[in-house]
């Protein structure tokens, strides 16, 4: 567990102590608490060091420069921890969440643990200004960088070591980003991230400057989404090493790659076919026809693209912007070829009939569908390496 600190001269020494208190009357593994000094420039290292000296569990290191992720880089990276963790020396996060923080990494369940003051369950005393500081940034990570995860800057996380060994090399940021990079990072290369709840009170008399680290913080933003972006980091590495690839669904008596994927495929879409010329049946009437087979292609076109996402292809988790704009495109060219069979039934015969519509309706679906697919398996939903 390590403490990042600078400048903690009056609060350090209760911290650590309560810290040591707790771990030792609770906690079921093996411990070392590290306390990071950062170019602190009053008593803190003075302080750490006797800490040191009289508690066995307790190590100390100093730093010429300022930076918590320099800090904690420079101890995770020596460290021999199977578990790699920090916390805030305030202690703002309840100390009954470290079990749980440490748990899914101790298990192998998952490859990083957060904390996150942002999920339902989770009790959190803070002003106004911090709670919209911190929901707007975790929302442009969500825009900007795609993060999945709930809160980036809680200052309480672990790492198993064989993961914080292959992604410290790649986090460039020393200051406040350093969580932020790192769990980008994580997530692109297919590490699962637990979130634990956690109860946080804020620390009143934080010496965090708001302003600079907003702003370094967009910055790294920035940065980072660039360096993804021009495939600058090797993720395509990390994931081979470390990434957990999606399962194939467990169909029994399906056959694994094309043929397992064209035989659930076309399951799902006897169904969806079925479903879509009978809404067009239900619609045609009060809408006419190319708006009820829009509207009918709409509908189970969405259904069915979330339908193959799971069975045919295996795909779990959130569905990014991405993939619905990939849907889209699918569901327009299915239109596209579904309203020109019916434009072209239309100057061929006068007043169609209900059935000549639906033949005509259900070889162009034919058509569009063997088109989906391609595009599912080949664009959608291909495997990707990074």
């Known amino acids: 567990?390590?403490?990042?600190?600078?400048?903690?001269?009056?609060?350090?020494?209760?911290?650590?102590?309560?810290?040591?208190?707790?771990?030792?009357?609770?906690?079921?593994?093996?411990f070392r608490i590290t306390v990071a000094d950062n170019a602190s420039t009053d008593e803190t290292l003075a302080i750490a060091e006797t800490l040191q000296a009289v508690i066995p569990e307790v190590k100390a290191i100093h730093l010429p420069e300022k930076g918590r992720g320099r800090a904690l880089k420079t101890a995770w990276?020596?460290?021999?921890?199977?578990?790699?963790?920090?916390?805030?020396?305030?202690?703002?996060?309840?100390?009954?969440?470290?079990?749980?923080?440490?748990?899914?990494?101790?298990?192998?369940?998952?490859?990083?643990?957060?904390?996150?003051?942002?999920a339902r369950s989770s009790r959190v005393v803070r002003g106004a200004k911090r709670e919209f500081i911190s929901r707007s940034y975790n929302l442009i990570l969500r825009r900007a960088l795609a993060a999945g995860f709930s809160d980036a800057q809680c200052g309480f996380k672990a790492v198993r070591h064989d993961v914080a060994q292959q992604l410290l090399p790649l986090v460039e940021d020393t200051g406040w980003f350093f969580d932020t990079e790192l769990l980008v990072l994580a997530e692109r290369a297919g590490l699962r991230i637990a979130e634990i709840p956690v109860d946080w009170v804020d620390d009143p008399d934080s010496r965090v400057d708001i302003v600079a680290t907003a702003v370094a913080d967009l910055k790294g933003v920035v940065r980072v989404g660039r360096a993804l972006a021009s495939g600058q980091l090797p993720i395509a590495t990390i994931r081979a090493q470390l990434g957990r690839g999606a399962l194939e669904p467990a169909v029994s008596g399906v056959p694994v790659g094309l043929a397992g994927q064209a035989m659930r495929f076309a399951a799902v879409g006897v169904i969806s076919t079925l479903a879509y010329l009978l809404?067009?049946?239900?619609?045609?009437g009060?809408?006419?026809?190319?708006?009820?087979?829009f509207t009918a292609?709409?509908?189970?076109?969405?259904?069915?693209?979330?339908?193959?996402?799971?069975?045919?292809?295996?795909?779990?988790?959130?569905?990014?912007?991405?993939?619905h704009t990939q849907g889209l495109a699918v569901f327009a060219l299915g239109l596209a070829v579904t309203s020109?069979?019916?434009a072209g039934l239309q100057f061929l015969v006068t007043n169609p009939g209900r059935y000549l519509e639906l033949t005509v309706l259900l070889s162009a679906s034919?058509?569009?569908?063997?088109?989906?697919?391609?595009?599912?398996?080949?664009?959608?939903?291909?495997?990707?390496?990074?």
Not at 3 to 13: A, F, R, S, T
Not at 307 to 314: E, K, M, V
């Open 340 to 342: 020109a069979a019916l």
């Open 1 to 30: 567990m390590v403490i990042p600190v600078y400048n903690e001269q009056d609060d350090l020494e209760r911290c650590v102590r309560r810290l040591h208190a707790y771990l030792t009357e609770t906690f079921p593994y093996p």
């Open 77 to 118: 990276s020596g460290s021999d921890a199977a578990v790699l963790a920090y916390m805030d020396v305030d202690l703002s996060t309840d100390l009954a969440a470290l079990l749980p923080l440490v748990a899914p990494l101790v298990s192998g369940h998952s490859d990083i643990a957060i904390g996150t003051r942002l």
């Open 279 to 284: 809404l067009f049946l239900m619609l045609r």
């Open 366 to 386: 034919a058509v569009a569908t063997a088109l989906r697919f391609v595009l599912f398996r080949h664009w959608i939903f291909a495997r990707k390496s990074a």
């Open 286 to 293: 009060p809408l006419g026809a190319q708006p009820a087979n």
């Open 297 to 323: 292609l709409l509908i189970t076109g969405i259904a069915n693209t979330s339908a193959n996402r799971r069975l045919t292809f295996g795909r779990t988790g959130r569905t990014g912007l991405r993939t």
